[in-house]
């Protein structure tokens, strides 16, 4: 049976997602395994992004609420 995180919410769940999946950096290769993805949000939308440690490509998504 899964246990469900409190304080945690479906937004936090999705940028662990991304730390834990999305770790290449398209533009270079490299693949930051530690990396952390930053989330800001406007109100209506909810901005994640990451940049490479080593080339200093940014990686964004977005997502409407």
């Not at 730390?19 to 901005?47: I, K, L, M, N, P």
């Amino acid at each position: 049976m899964a246990t469900k995180e409190r304080g945690v919410t479906a937004l936090d769940r999705l940028r662990s997602r991304y730390e834990r999946v999305d770790t290449t950096c398209s533009a270079c290769g490299y693949d930051d395994e530690d990396g952390r993805w930053r989330s800001t949000t406007d109100g209506s939308q909810v901005h994640y992004s990451h940049v490479c440690p080593r080339c200093g490509a940014v990686r964004k998504r977005t997502y409407r609420l």
